[in-house]
């Protein structure tokens, strides 16, 4: 390919994955020109003002190019790839035979750009006899999940282009999207007379700025003032009685709590004016389409799993589900955001959902001395000691693993406290995907090819997880030899059959399909494109449960052909593809029964006593709410670890209302300390008159500890879970309240 040519990739800093364009320089060492790329079907050509610094994840002066072994004065020394793969395996074979495999621990397994790490780690996982894992979904998103499984078997989206009314619930998709062409949709809805945008967030933010209606509520306290708007709709009889009778079942109980909730007290408890959350409530339920996203204003918060059903409530009620402009459940080709509840945590005994342990417990579960304990830890793709709460704690709980591996791309602060680092190639260095495609009628999927080389001495997942899997000599003998002999003497077909016939004879194979699709029809795939051989099992298995959704979406093919012509597809379409293409009768074909369930008892009963209760969060030692970790416009969790990218706000201010900060003698760029119950963090003050009086604010992703060039190591602003607590978290979920920490800042 010559330099000068567009190539097509994605944008890897969130969840929305827009297509790009670039061009690479002379040397193909560094991208030179970067565009939205039209062709991608989800993102047409939008991007953000972030995509165009992509070049410092890529080109990150911490990025790793050799296997490190911790020495015992916590410093580490290269080792080779040989040496690596023999220690990791003996000391996990180790543990696994003298504790059981149930006392290794898996974490995280995909960020916001790639997904198939955790793909391949599958194969890792069943060779050691792995069973308790987690990633960032169980600190935000598992309650939701629950909640919406109950609910709806599945977990719903909105249709914020077709929305009469869009809701944004502790969201700012201004700045954190969430939503495909988050700004120009919002501004859409934000000039269209007819429509009207509703914000629900104590800051000011930009999307607030577009809003036509901002309900600045208390931080906090949104299950109040989402109960006294259920309790309005249910009082006045906005609800749709026709067809909640037709498409629900227990309305009733659901009402007959609401008919006797006092909105008066809901109102004062919130700090949103009755006649406000009450007009509000009524431009809902008089709205022909309603769509609201909840995210971690209300996930990372109080009372989070109760604030996700009373959410669904208001729009259940008023019977936006199902159709044009309210809500839907995708057809995607992952499986995020399946909600079942299946056991409880080996130690602490909490709630396990979306197979996901709490990630607020698992370092309580690590250092505990229960026989159950976690006693090694696989990471990868993730930086936990960073993103989860209490990094003290965290640190403290590595340190205590009998031994913990680190798969990365960098030198992070995670992979800083375990025994072994193992450095993979960066997601344009190999193909790539994530599972975050929530559309719907069309559903699309993107493969993205590679656009560098790898960087010497890194590997691919799908072969760390290879020699992994081969060291702890998992694979039964002759498997891969018979399948490249298929492939060999009779292409794709043969190699079909002798994948059946294998997984007849031996179903525990399917657990090492990763590894052994990528050692076989790997070695068949375009230059770079082996890291995504796993995605063969992939299609099939789309192609065999959802033809139908297939053949609309333009495939054809008889019997496997189909999968065959799918998986093709998506190693051929540089920009993306659909992949399934519905109406609006498949989702209520995924709605069991075909009917919602509205009345979830424990949380109903929840509801019914919020009005008689008012929390106190803050305390004389902690008069303040901290945010800690808001996204901002150069923010991207910890995926780009060099300073340098940032346009502004490079240390990441704490952002705080002008009278909150007088009554302590701040003032612009002051120096201050933020103080919790678990720790503190020097910070620069920035005044806001758009933050909530008593609630302050901190980005996320800042603090880093970056290794540049020169050999100094810096960081960069507060790390914001030296202040959080595992502790301040979710009953149901287990998820944490990161936005309303007590804190106190003191001047410096
Ligand atoms: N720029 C950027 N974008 C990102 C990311 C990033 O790091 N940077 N990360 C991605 C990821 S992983 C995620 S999960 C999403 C998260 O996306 P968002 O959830 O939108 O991000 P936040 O800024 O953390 O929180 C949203 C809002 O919650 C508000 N909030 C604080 N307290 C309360 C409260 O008590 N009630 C209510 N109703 N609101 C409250 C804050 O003021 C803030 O505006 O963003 C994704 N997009
Ligand atoms: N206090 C507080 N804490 C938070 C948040 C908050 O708002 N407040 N936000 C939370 C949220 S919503 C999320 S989603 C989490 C995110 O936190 P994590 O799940 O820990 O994810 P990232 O910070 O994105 O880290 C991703 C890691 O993957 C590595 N990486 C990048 N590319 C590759 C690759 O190709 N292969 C491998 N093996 N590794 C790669 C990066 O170097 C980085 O170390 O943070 C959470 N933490
Ligand atoms: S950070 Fe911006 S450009 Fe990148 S995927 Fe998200 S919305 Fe798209
Ligand atoms: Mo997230």
Not at 548 to 565: D, H, I, Y
Not at 614 to 641: C, D, H, K, M, W
Not at 726 to 731: K, V
Request: aromatic letters at 8%; glycine letters at 8%.
């Amino acid at each position: 390919m010559t330099q000068d040519a567009w190539q097509a990739t994605a944008c890897i800093l969130c969840t929305c994955n827009c297509g790009l364009k670039v061009q690479l320089n002379a040397e193909g060492t560094d991208i030179a020109r970067i565009k939205g790329d039209e062709n991608h079907p989800a993102s047409q050509g939008y991007v953000c003002n972030k995509a165009s610094r992509i070049s410092y994840y890529q080109h990150g002066a911490d990025r790793l190019s050799s296997p490190k072994r911790r020495r015992a004065d916590g410093t580490y020394e290269d080792i080779d790839w040989p040496t690596a793969i023999a220690e990791i395996s003996e000391r996990l074979r180790s543990v696994r035979d003298t504790h059981g495999g149930e006392r290794i621990f898996y974490y995280g397994g995909g960020g916001q750009g790639n997904h198939l790490p955790g793909a391949y780690a599958r194969s890792t996982l069943a060779a050691l006899g792995v069973r308790w894992r987690s990633n960032a979904l169980a600190q935000e998103k598992t309650g939701e999940f629950w909640v919406a499984q109950r609910m709806f078997g599945g977990w719903p989206h909105g249709d914020f282009e077709h929305a009469e009314v869009a809701v944004f619930l502790g969201k700012n998709p201004w700045q954190s999207h969430g939503v495909q062409r988050a700004r120009a949709t919002l501004r859409d809805i934000s000039k269209d007379p007819n429509r009207t945008l509703i914000v629900i967030d104590p800051r000011r933010t930009e999307t607030a700025d577009l809003a036509d209606i901002h309900l600045a509520v208390r931080p906090g306290r949104d299950a109040w003032l989402l109960a006294g708007m259920i309790a309005v709709l249910v009082q006045e009889d906005l609800i749709d009685r026709p067809w909640l009778l037709e498409h629900t079942r227990g309305a009733e109980a659901v009402i007959a709590v609401f008919r006797s909730v006092d909105v008066q007290r809901c109102a004062s408890a919130c700090g949103v004016a009755a006649d406000t959350l009450a007009a509000t409530a009524r431009c809902i339920g008089r709205a022909s389409s309603v769509a609201v996203l909840e995210d971690l204003g209300v996930q990372m918060n109080r009372h989070s799993t109760l604030v996700s059903y009373l959410q669904r409530l208001l729009w259940v009620l008023t019977g936006n589900f199902g159709r044009p402009g309210t809500h839907y459940t995708a057809r995607g080709l992952g499986g995020i955001g399946n909600g079942v509840e299946r056991g409880r945590s080996p130690v602490l005994g909490e709630r396990i959902i979306a197979g996901l342990v709490p990630c607020n417990i698992i370092p309580d579960e690590v250092l505990s001395s229960h026989p159950n304990r976690y006693r090694a830890m696989i990471i990868e793709s993730a930086n936990p000691v960073h993103s989860l709460a209490d990094s003290a704690k965290w640190r403290q709980a590595m340190r205590a693993l009998e031994c913990s591996v680190v798969i990365d791309v960098a030198m992070t602060e995670t992979a800083r406290q375990a025994d072994y680092v193992l450095p993979a190639t960066s997601q344009y260095e190999k193909a790539e995907a994530t599972f975050f495609n929530f559309e719907f009628p069309d559903n699309f999927f993107h493969v993205r090819a590679p656009l560098f080389a790898p960087r010497d001495g890194a590997l691919d997942e799908a072969e760390i997880h290879y020699r992994l899997v081969h060291s702890l000599g998992a694979l039964p003998d002759g498997v891969d030899a018979s399948l490249n002999r298929a492939l060999e003497e009779g292409g794709r077909e043969a190699f079909q059959a002798q994948v059946f016939t294998l997984l007849a004879e031996q179903p525990t194979l399917a657990d090492f399909a990763p590894v052994l699709l990528y050692r076989t029809l790997g070695r068949t795939l375009p230059e770079g494109m082996r890291n995504a051989a796993t995605l063969w099992a992939l299609a099939h298995q789309h192609a065999l449960g959802h033809r139908e959704s297939l053949e609309r979406a333009g495939f054809a093919g008889e019997g496997m052909a189909l999968g065959e012509a799918l998986f093709d597809a998506m190693l051929s379409s540089p920009s993306g593809m659909v992949v399934s293409s519905e109406g609006w009768e498949s989702v209520w074909a995924r709605v069991p029964g075909g009917q919602i369930e509205l009345a979830l008892p424990e949380l109903l009963a929840e509801a019914e006593t919020l009005p008689h209760t008012v929390p106190e969060e803050t305390s004389q030692a902690y008069p303040l709410l901290l945010a800690a970790g808001e996204r901002r416009s150069f923010t991207a969790n910890t995926i780009i670890r060099d300073p340098a990218w940032r346009r502004k706000d490079g240390e990441g201010a704490l952002r705080m209302h002008p009278e909150d900060a007088a009554r302590i003698n701040l003032g612009e760029r002051s120096q201050a300390r933020v103080i919790s119950a678990s720790g503190s963090a020097e910070v620069t003050v920035t005044l806001d008159e758009r933050m909530y009086r008593g609630q302050v604010s901190l980005p996320n992703g800042m603090g880093l500890s970056y290794a540049y060039v020169d050999g100094t190591q810096r960081t960069v602003g507060a790390a914001p879970n030296e202040l959080t607590s595992t502790d301040l978290r979710d009953a149901y979920a287990g998820t944490p309240w990161h936005k309303t920490v007590p804190v106190r800042v003191e001047a410096m």
